[in-house]
């Protein structure tokens, strides 16, 4: 998120031809700065000039502009009914022109409420306005180049896409409860589908929503309208999706969503309140006088009756509006109906006969009911009130109206007129009916001259004629009853024709809807909820209703039951209304404790102006060579492009209304201001003059201070220095507000200085480039992002943008387009300047000093002032004792002491300057050097440069390099008597590095010398003898030969034998695992595991006959006697495998056979029974013979086999006798 860098810019600045010019033109700059969008109060305002003398807001109404402000760019308004939103709009929309930030407004709203609308900008904002509907839409402009069109829902869903590219910047949606099926049904409204594409879309730059039922029936008219709010403000709705919405708010069924969670009440309400503001008729504490309707009947004349009969049967051929305008006449006057058929004759859209007809019978008529009436009414009313009466009589034709004027003449009865003839006529008029005693009791006034018309000091309407549109009859009780009434209550009379249409049908049903429209507030929603509306082509609407009922009443039909009906629909019309009204409280509450949440509002400085308005623009008139004459007090009269012009200054008053006001913020003011500040002017004055010559002067006057002599002057850089004010107009914008400041930056030639070329003077006729006359671009930036109320206004939008980005839930396509909208920008331009511009030029000087001794030094002069701005230090020679620019001084440095440069030697070889008795001659190069750079040769003792000496690597000593020798081995130099000569190699060495040899006692250097590993003595690689296993070198007579590989090697490697006493290397040695004796491995018994004993640690195997390590023995179970386990059984019991194959009969040998006698003999010796040898088996050896016996008893009858183990040389059995069985399994014991 990455803050702007702010724009700089140059107005081109043309030369004022006086101060005063300069000042008027600076004041026009002031008078033209735009102001932020930021309102406090409603001394804040900038557009109560447009309507202070036509309306007086309420605080509410104040307050709704002030959060629209507070919120830009999106606001939903939702008072209540009968609050004035159309007042608060068009406050907002007002304010919003005057601040320069709308001209062309889009609103769209029913199309009944279109005439209000129109009528309410005009008269009371003073914004043109034209209501449109259809294709005429495409193309339709404002009547001027700021205001209004006007259309219909309908129109502005169908032609959006031409609207969307007109260049309206607001857009203002009335009755926005119109959008409000977007969520919660099957098929969303097309008209609310196309809005919210063009609220996301963005094509706004600001939106107004109105409506004073956001819930009509179900919770899912809120989300609708809290959607679109957020779409249009780049935000995810806080409500969620819709799923969530359901879950976390709507307590019944989804589809009917009427009843709210009351644990979710207050999250509900926070949401809402963010987005919408809402003002309760309660909260408002305003009175509104009670409404009393009444109809008054009079009885036709015949010749009224004679008139009904003559238009009965042909109005039924005629085209739909011809019928109602020639209804309406009739039961306007008779006057009003010979002429409206007598124009239609005229265009033969009505039969000639019919209008001979109507004029014969109007011109025998001495006088209608209607007068009659009125005439006992105002009777009634000058005995109730003989002096304070008053009425207002209503009338749609100026026919009737001068009918009634001719009437109250005769009477004598004053009065006034009010129609579309004369604004200032209409005003006198008022101004008489208001006076405390009136002058004139009876207002008569027509639709087309009452618009915006406050006749409120009346208490008493009169509707002389009915008209069948119920908005303009709303319209004309508008104009008496109205809050900050001095009555009570307003009464209403409506004239009708008794025992005809208009009584049964258009009085009955316009008494139903002025009494329900008073109880309501709201004549369009009482009519779309009893379903008499007009639709998008004005079809199904009241009037065509009221024109319905009247043609069959005339046809003879009975409307008595269809009237009724009507009536019906009104009455449940208005109890909905009432009870939707009651339902929007509960849940909605009112705005306590939901106030405004965000950043602090800035604290911006008063713009001060150096003239005040009326004096800026006399003084401008003047500029521009206009002559003014007053004629009163503010009142002047001007020769503008050679015509009279009739201009009001200060305040506006009733008496300027033919007069051009020229206040702050009308647009003559802005066209005067624009005109001043078209051309930037400055009044800046360029001081050199002669520069060469006085800068010539100066230098000349310095050099002869200290005793010096001018010679030269070059000159090098050149600066332009300002010196004065610079006039800054800065503009911070965002994409829905912007603030401009004039600030005055002071600034000093010190600072403000730019290099340049020239020392030539400029008239600076034009100034394009501020650098020229020493401007720095980034030091007035600086001053201006320092301005308190720029950097509040940075502040403000910036916290908004943090603000706004984190209610886009991160999106990121609605995050950037936050960002971009809510990130200030600065453009910077500079607009006038008021000051000097001089010159510094910096000059090298040319001097001599001391008979002919050439110095320069580098001064800043100021031609203009003869000022010095920068010269040398001046300081003492120690020399000579005088006091000399520093620039002429150099340091002796060996000494430390200043002194004049030209007193200095400099040494030949490092170009140092010291004083002459610091120097002296090289012997070798008979250069001139300094004390500090010699050296005494230690050979020689002479002095050298020291840098010529070489240095002895062993003593440190110098000495000329002819005296100096490098040692061959180090290659280090060292002085000649610190070498020797190497008996080895022949080489010469450092003798601080010398070995001798050990063996032979030969010299060299130590590099070329070995060492004894064992004593480490020094001997000749030659001399020594190496070790054949570790090839470590050593004396001779060290090394020691092992006994059984016959190598030399060292004593260290060598072990000797326990057994044998032998030396031998270590690897031939192994441990018994017995004794841990050491012994040759020839020397010892292994064991199949790889276990060493000595041969006095084995035991005998007794069938092998071999010597074994003990750990490879078993004991026989069968014979007891131990053998090898390679002869034994496996499976965890231990016989001699060859015995055990024998008993089993799976072996069968005669080894030995000659034994076999022996053998039974030695047997029977110890056992009974016959037996003999089965089989025989000879050991390894031969010494020892495995026998298996059979052995039977006396009879024969039992056999059993004995297995013994023979010894071949002792003749004796060995070891037991094993005696068992042998069975299909084996033998057994």
Same mark, same amino acid.
């Given at each position: 998120?990455?803050?702007?860098?702010?724009?700089?810019?140059?107005?081109?600045?043309?030369?004022?031809?006086?101060?005063?010019?300069?000042?008027?033109?600076?004041?026009?700059?002031?008078?033209?700065?735009?102001?932020?969008?930021?309102?406090?109060?409603?001394?804040?305002?900038?557009?109560?000039?447009?309507?202070?003398?036509?309306?007086?807001?309420?605080?509410?109404?104040?307050?709704?502009?002030?959060?629209?402000?507070?919120?830009?760019?999106?606001?939903?308004?939702?008072?209540?009914?009968?609050?004035?939103?159309?007042?608060?709009?068009?406050?907002?929309?007002?304010?919003?022109?005057?601040?320069?930030?709308?001209?062309?407004?889009?609103?769209?709203?029913?199309?009944?409420?279109?005439?209000?609308?129109?009528?309410?900008?005009?008269?009371?904002?003073?914004?043109?306005?034209?209501?449109?509907?259809?294709?005429?839409?495409?193309?339709?402009?404002?009547?001027?180049?700021?205001?209004?069109?006007?259309?219909?829902?309908?129109?502005?869903?169908?032609?959006?896409?031409?609207?969307?590219?007109?260049?309206?910047?607001?857009?203002?949606?009335?009755?926005?409860?119109?959008?409000?099926?977007?969520?919660?049904?099957?098929?969303?409204?097309?008209?609310?589908?196309?809005?919210?594409?063009?609220?996301?879309?963005?094509?706004?730059?600001?939106?107004?929503?109105?409506?004073?039922?956001?819930?009509?029936?179900?919770?899912?008219?809120?989300?609708?309208?809290?959607?679109?709010?957020?779409?249009?403000?780049?935000?995810?709705?806080?409500?969620?999706?819709?799923?969530?919405?359901?879950?976390?708010?709507?307590?019944?069924?989804?589809?009917?969503?009427?009843?709210?969670?009351?644990?979710?009440?207050?999250?509900?309400?926070?949401?809402?309140?963010?987005?919408?503001?809402?003002?309760?008729?309660?909260?408002?504490?305003?009175?509104?006088?009670?409404?009393?309707?009444?109809?008054?009947?009079?009885?036709?004349?015949?010749?009224?009756?004679?008139?009904?009969?003559?238009?009965?049967?042909?109005?039924?051929?005629?085209?739909?509006?011809?019928?109602?305008?020639?209804?309406?006449?009739?039961?306007?006057?008779?006057?009003?109906?010979?002429?409206?058929?007598?124009?239609?004759?005229?265009?033969?859209?009505?039969?000639?006969?019919?209008?001979?007809?109507?004029?014969?019978?109007?011109?025998?008529?001495?006088?209608?009911?209607?007068?009659?009436?009125?005439?006992?009414?105002?009777?009634?009313?000058?005995?109730?009130?003989?002096?304070?009466?008053?009425?207002?009589?209503?009338?749609?034709?100026?026919?009737?109206?001068?009918?009634?004027?001719?009437?109250?003449?005769?009477?004598?009865?004053?009065?006034?007129?009010?129609?579309?003839?004369?604004?200032?006529?209409?005003?006198?008029?008022?101004?008489?009916?208001?006076?405390?005693?009136?002058?004139?009791?009876?207002?008569?006034?027509?639709?087309?001259?009452?618009?915006?018309?406050?006749?409120?000091?009346?208490?008493?309407?009169?509707?002389?004629?009915?008209?069948?549109?119920?908005?303009?009859?709303?319209?004309?009780?508008?104009?008496?009853?109205?809050?900050?009434?001095?009555?009570?209550?307003?009464?209403?009379?409506?004239?009708?024709?008794?025992?005809?249409?208009?009584?049964?049908?258009?009085?009955?049903?316009?008494?139903?809807?002025?009494?329900?429209?008073?109880?309501?507030?709201?004549?369009?929603?009482?009519?779309?909820?009893?379903?008499?509306?007009?639709?998008?082509?004005?079809?199904?609407?009241?009037?065509?209703?009221?024109?319905?009922?009247?043609?069959?009443?005339?046809?003879?039909?009975?409307?008595?039951?269809?009237?009724?009906?009507?009536?019906?629909?009104?009455?449940?019309?208005?109890?909905?209304?009432?009870?939707?009204?009651?339902?929007?409280?509960?849940?909605?509450?009112?705005?306590?404790?939901?106030?405004?949440?965000?950043?602090?509002?800035?604290?911006?400085?008063?713009?001060?102006?150096?003239?005040?308005?009326?004096?800026?623009?006399?003084?401008?008139?003047?500029?521009?060579?206009?002559?003014?004459?007053?004629?009163?007090?503010?009142?002047?009269?001007?020769?503008?492009?050679?015509?009279?012009?009739?201009?009001?200054?200060?305040?506006?008053?009733?008496?300027?209304?033919?007069?051009?006001?020229?206040?702050?913020?009308?647009?003559?003011?802005?066209?005067?201001?624009?005109?001043?500040?078209?051309?930037?002017?400055?009044?800046?004055?360029?001081?050199?003059?002669?520069?060469?010559?006085?800068?010539?002067?100066?230098?000349?006057?310095?050099?002869?201070?200290?005793?010096?002599?001018?010679?030269?002057?070059?000159?090098?850089?050149?600066?332009?220095?300002?010196?004065?004010?610079?006039?800054?107009?800065?503009?911070?914008?965002?994409?829905?507000?912007?603030?401009?400041?004039?600030?005055?930056?002071?600034?000093?030639?010190?600072?403000?200085?730019?290099?340049?070329?020239?020392?030539?003077?400029?008239?600076?006729?034009?100034?394009?480039?501020?650098?020229?006359?020493?401007?720095?671009?980034?030091?007035?930036?600086?001053?201006?992002?320092?301005?308190?109320?720029?950097?509040?206004?940075?502040?403000?939008?910036?916290?908004?943008?943090?603000?706004?980005?984190?209610?886009?839930?991160?999106?990121?396509?609605?995050?950037?387009?936050?960002?971009?909208?809510?990130?200030?920008?600065?453009?910077?331009?500079?607009?006038?300047?008021?000051?000097?511009?001089?010159?510094?030029?910096?000059?090298?000087?040319?001097?001599?000093?001391?008979?002919?001794?050439?110095?320069?030094?580098?001064?800043?002069?100021?031609?203009?002032?003869?000022?010095?701005?920068?010269?040398?230090?001046?300081?003492?020679?120690?020399?000579?004792?005088?006091?000399?620019?520093?620039?002429?001084?150099?340091?002796?440095?060996?000494?430390?002491?200043?002194?004049?440069?030209?007193?200095?030697?400099?040494?030949?070889?490092?170009?140092?300057?010291? &004083? *002459?008795?610091?120097?002296?001659? @090289?012997?070798?190069? +008979? #250069?001139?050097?300094?004390?500090? /750079?010699? $050296? %005494? !040769? =230690?050979?020689?003792?002479?002095?050298?440069?020291?840098?010529?000496?070489?240095?002895?690597?062993?003593?440190?000593?110098?000495?000329?390099?002819?005296?100096?020798?490098?040692?061959?081995?180090?290659?280090?130099?060292?002085?000649?008597?610190?070498?020797?000569?190497?008996?080895?190699?022949?080489?010469?060495?450092?003798?601080?590095?010398?070995?001798?040899?050990?063996?032979?006692?030969?010299?060299?250097?130590?590099?070329?010398?070995?060492?004894?590993?064992?004593?480490?003595?020094?001997?000749?690689?030659?001399?020594?003898?190496?070790?054949?296993?570790?090839?470590?070198?050593? &004396? *001779?007579?060290?090394?020691?030969? @092992?006994?059984?590989? +016959? #190598?030399?090697?060292?004593?260290? /490697?060598? $072990? %000797? !034998? =326990?057994?044998?006493?032998?030396?031998?290397?270590?690897?031939?040695?192994?441990?018994?695992?017995?004794?841990?004796?050491?012994?040759?491995?020839?020397?010892?018994?292994?064991?199949?595991?790889?276990?060493?004993?000595?041969?006095?640690?084995?035991?005998?195997?007794?069938?092998?006959?071999?010597?074994?390590?003990?750990?490879?023995?078993?004991?026989?179970?069968?014979?007891?006697?131990?053998?090898?386990?390679?002869?034994?059984?496996?499976?965890?019991?231990?016989?001699?495998?060859?015995?055990?194959?024998?008993?089993?009969?799976?072996?069968?040998?005669?080894?030995?056979?000659? &034994?076999?006698?022996?053998?039974?003999?030695?047997?029977?010796?110890?056992?009974?029974?016959?037996?003999?040898?089965?089989?025989?088996?000879?050991?390894?050896?031969?010494?020892?013979?495995?026998?298996?016996?059979?052995?039977?008893?006396?009879?024969?009858?039992?056999?059993?086999?004995?297995?013994?183990?023979?010894?071949?040389?002792?003749?004796?059995?060995?070891?037991?006798?094993?005696?068992?069985?042998?069975?299909?399994?084996?033998?057994?014991?």
């Amino acid at each position: 998120m990455n803050e702007e860098i702010p724009v700089f810019r140059t107005k081109t600045l043309k030369r004022a031809q006086s101060s005063s010019e300069y000042e008027l033109y600076r004041a026009a700059l002031e008078w033209g700065l735009i102001d932020p969008i930021v309102i406090q109060s409603r001394q804040d305002l900038k557009s109560e000039s447009r309507w202070r003398d036509k309306i007086e807001p309420y605080h509410h109404q104040v307050m709704n502009l002030i959060t629209f402000c507070r919120r830009l760019p999106v606001t939903l308004l939702a008072d209540d009914v009968g609050l004035g939103k159309t007042i608060s709009a068009g406050l907002i929309a007002s304010e919003l022109i005057s601040r320069g930030r709308v001209s062309k407004i889009l609103i769209v709203c029913p199309k009944l409420l279109m005439p209000q609308w129109k009528e309410e900008l005009e008269s009371k904002f003073g914004i043109p306005s034209i209501t449109v509907t259809g294709r005429k839409l495409i193309e339709a402009e404002p009547p001027e180049d700021v205001g209004a069109v006007i259309t219909t829902y309908n129109s502005a869903r169908i032609y959006m896409e031409a609207l969307a590219g007109a260049g309206f910047e607001m857009l203002v949606l009335d009755e926005a409860h119109k959008l409000r099926n977007l969520y919660g049904v099957d098929r969303p409204p097309k008209v609310a589908e196309r809005f919210k594409e063009v609220l996301k879309e963005r094509v706004f730059k600001y939106v107004l929503m109105l409506t004073a039922t956001p819930i009509q029936n179900r919770l899912w008219d809120i989300y609708s309208l809290i959607d679109l709010l957020t779409v249009a403000r780049g935000h995810e709705n806080p409500f969620g999706k819709q799923g969530i919405f359901a879950r976390k708010f709507i307590a019944d069924d989804q589809s009917q969503a009427r009843h709210l969670k009351p644990e979710a009440k207050d999250e509900f309400r926070s949401i809402v309140y963010g987005y919408m503001s809402r003002v309760r008729r309660g909260d408002a504490n305003l009175h509104f006088p009670e409404r009393v309707v009444r109809l008054h009947r009079v009885d036709p004349t015949p010749e009224e009756l004679e008139l009904l009969q003559i238009i009965k049967e042909p109005i039924k051929k005629l085209q739909y509006l011809a019928q109602i305008v020639i209804l309406q006449a009739f039961i306007s006057s008779p006057q009003a109906l010979q002429y409206v058929l007598a124009g239609m004759a005229k265009n033969q859209t009505a039969p000639e006969s019919l209008a001979i007809e109507v004029k014969e019978v109007v011109s025998r008529m001495k006088t209608s009911a209607k007068l009659n009436g009125l005439s006992a009414l105002i009777d009634k009313l000058r005995a109730e009130q003989p002096e304070q009466w008053r009425v207002v009589v209503f009338t749609r034709w100026r026919q009737t109206q001068t009918t009634i004027q001719i009437f109250l003449e005769e009477q004598g009865i004053t009065y006034g007129l009010i129609n579309g003839d004369s604004g200032a006529e209409n005003q006198k008029t008022i101004e008489r009916f208001r006076t405390d005693k009136p002058e004139i009791h009876v207002i008569i006034s027509t639709e087309a001259g009452s618009e915006g018309v406050n006749l409120q000091v009346a208490n008493v309407i009169v509707n002389y004629d009915l008209p069948w549109n119920p908005m303009i009859v709303e319209q004309r009780i508008g104009r008496v009853q109205r809050l900050r009434s001095a009555y009570a209550s307003v009464s209403i009379f409506n004239l009708v024709l008794k025992g005809t249409f208009e009584e049964y049908i258009v009085g009955r049903l316009m008494e139903k809807l002025q009494m329900a429209s008073h109880a309501i507030g709201d004549i369009e929603s009482l009519l779309e909820a009893s379903g008499l509306n007009e639709n998008e082509t004005g079809s199904n609407g009241f009037e065509e209703k009221i024109l319905e009922l009247v043609l069959a009443s005339l046809n003879g039909a009975n409307v008595e039951e269809s009237t009724r009906k009507a009536e019906k629909s009104i009455d449940d019309a208005k109890i909905e209304l009432e009870r939707e009204e009651k339902n929007i409280n509960t849940m909605l509450g009112g705005m306590d404790g939901s106030g405004e949440v965000g950043p602090r509002l800035p604290t911006l400085p008063e713009h001060p102006r150096s003239m005040d308005a009326s004096s800026f623009t006399l003084a401008a008139f003047q500029s521009l060579g206009i002559e003014t004459v007053e004629q009163r007090n503010d009142l002047y009269l001007a020769k503008i492009d050679g015509r009279n012009e009739l201009i009001q200054l200060g305040e506006k008053t009733a008496e300027s209304t033919n007069a051009v006001y020229y206040g702050a913020g009308t647009q003559p003011f802005e066209r005067l201001v624009n005109r001043l500040t078209s051309t930037g002017l400055h009044v800046v004055k360029d001081v050199d003059d002669n520069i060469e010559n006085r800068t010539e002067k100066i230098l000349r006057n310095w050099a002869s201070g200290f005793g010096g002599e001018f010679h030269l002057q070059q000159t090098g850089k050149i600066w332009a220095r300002f010196e004065g004010r610079a006039l800054l107009k800065i503009r911070a914008t965002v994409a829905l507000d912007s603030y401009e400041r004039l600030i005055e930056v002071v600034c000093s030639p010190d600072e403000y200085k730019v290099p340049t070329k020239s020392i030539i003077p400029s008239r600076n006729e034009f100034i394009e480039d501020p650098r020229v006359i020493g401007l720095i671009q980034e030091s007035l930036v600086g001053s201006a992002q320092s301005d308190t109320g720029i950097a509040e206004f940075c502040r403000f939008y910036t916290e908004r943008r943090s603000q706004e980005v984190a209610l886009a839930a991160g999106d990121p396509r609605k995050t950037k387009k936050l960002e971009d909208d809510f990130t200030p920008r600065l453009d910077i331009s500079l607009v006038g300047l008021d000051g000097l511009v001089s010159r510094e030029l910096q000059i090298e000087v040319t001097y001599n000093v001391d008979s002919g001794h050439e110095y320069r030094s580098t001064i800043n002069v100021i031609p203009s002032t003869d000022e010095i701005k920068h010269q040398p230090v001046m300081d003492i020679c120690s020399k000579t004792q005088k006091s000399v620019p520093v620039d002429c001084l150099a340091k002796c440095e060996i000494s430390g002491k200043q002194v004049l440069k030209h007193l200095l030697v400099r040494s030949e070889i490092s170009g140092r300057q010291a &004083l *002459p008795e610091y120097g002296v001659a @090289c012997s070798l190069t +008979g #250069k001139q050097i300094f004390m500090d /750079e010699s $050296e %005494k !040769s =230690a050979v020689t003792g002479k002095a050298v440069t020291r840098s010529l000496l070489k240095a002895s690597a062993l003593s440190g000593k110098l000495a000329e390099p002819q005296f100096i020798r490098e040692c061959e081995f180090s290659l280090t130099d060292v002085l000649e008597n610190e070498t020797a000569i190497s008996q080895v190699s022949g080489k010469i060495y450092r003798i601080d590095e010398q070995a001798r040899s050990a063996v032979s006692g030969k010299t060299g250097h130590k590099q070329e010398f070995i060492h004894c590993s064992v004593t480490d003595q020094p001997l000749l690689l030659q001399e020594a003898e190496k070790c054949e296993v570790t090839n470590k070198i050593v &004396l *001779p007579g060290i090394l020691e030969v @092992c006994e059984v590989s +016959g #190598k030399k090697v060292l004593p260290t /490697e060598l $072990e %000797k !034998s =326990a057994i044998s006493g032998k030396m031998a290397l270590k690897k031939y040695v192994v441990s018994s695992s017995l004794s841990d004796a050491r012994l040759l491995e020839q020397e010892a018994i292994r064991s199949v595991a790889g276990k060493f004993c000595a041969p006095l640690e084995a035991k005998i195997c007794l069938w092998s006959g071999r010597r074994c390590h003990p750990d490879d023995i078993r004991t026989c179970q069968l014979t007891g006697i131990h053998t090898h386990f390679e002869y034994v059984t496996t499976g965890g019991v231990s016989r001699l495998e060859p015995l055990v194959n024998l008993l089993n009969g799976i072996t069968r040998r005669s080894d030995q056979s000659d &034994l076999w006698l022996k053998v039974t003999e030695k047997y029977s010796k110890t056992n009974k029974g016959e037996v003999k040898v089965e089989s025989a088996e000879s050991s390894p050896d031969g010494k020892h013979l495995a026998v298996c016996l059979e052995v039977s008893t006396l009879l024969g009858l039992k056999k059993r086999h004995a297995g013994l183990l023979y010894s071949v040389e002792a003749s004796e059995i060995v070891g037991k006798i094993a005696t068992g069985k042998r069975s299909p399994e084996g033998w057994r014991e």
